[in-house]
């Protein structure tokens, strides 16, 4: 399986035999521009998003005759299987910014977990839904979505094997959240890569937890 950080909250994951899924794929030059990293205009096979805002839900360039999934439910497209788990934007239950969805992917024998735009740590009934994950991708700036502290509780929650984190500022995010730093920091088996894509296999997972930090691709 091939992972791939276009910037933000937007991977493209490409399985062995292919299929590839684009989540919450953003409009380039969102936000009056705050958002600038480039167009997504890749082909996909199957769509994820998560919530119906400009830097989660911009299909337009994206090519193919893709499944778009963005309502809760179980799914299975092209031997993938998905489940949209519902979750909230915020920690009022969606009074603040509406609603949110959780992806959990199964493919290639590993489970993948996109956490949208999550704005709450999680009870735990919904940890145990969401169930044991192999990769999990995990907002972490704050302000629209749970913060450092909170992303650190989410992560130790699940406990995945790998945590890559999104959603926090760049050179081309220019939106009022944090840096990664403050999610990084003090933390061990940060490793820091100088990469957009990382190619993970079942059997190369590691054999401690640890955190991936990708560069952004566009």
Do not use: Q
Not at 40 to 66: M, P, Q, R
Not at 125 to 154: C, H, M, N, R, S
Not at 194 to 215: D, H, M, W, Y
């Amino acid at each position: 399986m091939k992972i791939k950080w276009y910037g933000h909250a937007a991977f493209n994951i490409t399985t062995e035999k292919g299929v590839k899924i684009i989540i919450d794929p953003y409009e380039s030059g969102a936000f009056g521009g705050a958002l600038s990293y480039g167009k997504i205009k890749d082909e996909a096979d199957i769509v994820l998003t998560s919530h119906d805002h400009d830097d989660h839900n911009y299909t337009k360039d994206i090519k193919g005759k893709f499944t778009h999934i963005d309502k809760k439910g179980v799914y299975e497209v092209k031997n993938v299987k998905i489940k949209a788990m519902p979750s909230y934007h915020d920690p009022s239950k969606g009074k603040e910014r509406g609603n949110n969805l959780m992806f959990v992917i199964e493919a290639d024998g590993l489970i993948l977990a996109h956490m949208g735009d999550l704005g709450h740590t999680l009870e735990k009934d919904t940890v145990k839904e969401v169930g044991k994950i192999d990769i999990l991708f995990l907002p972490v700036g704050g302000f629209y979505t749970i913060d450092a502290k909170e992303a650190t509780k989410v992560m130790h929650d699940i406990n995945p094997v790998i945590t890559i984190p999104m959603h926090y500022k760049t050179e081309k995010c220019n939106l009022p959240i944090s840096e990664l730093k403050g999610f990084t920091g003090g933390k061990k088996s940060v490793k820091v890569t100088n990469v957009s894509e990382v190619e993970i296999k079942k059997e190369t997972l590691p054999k401690e937890p640890e955190i991936i930090v990708l560069k952004y691709a566009l």
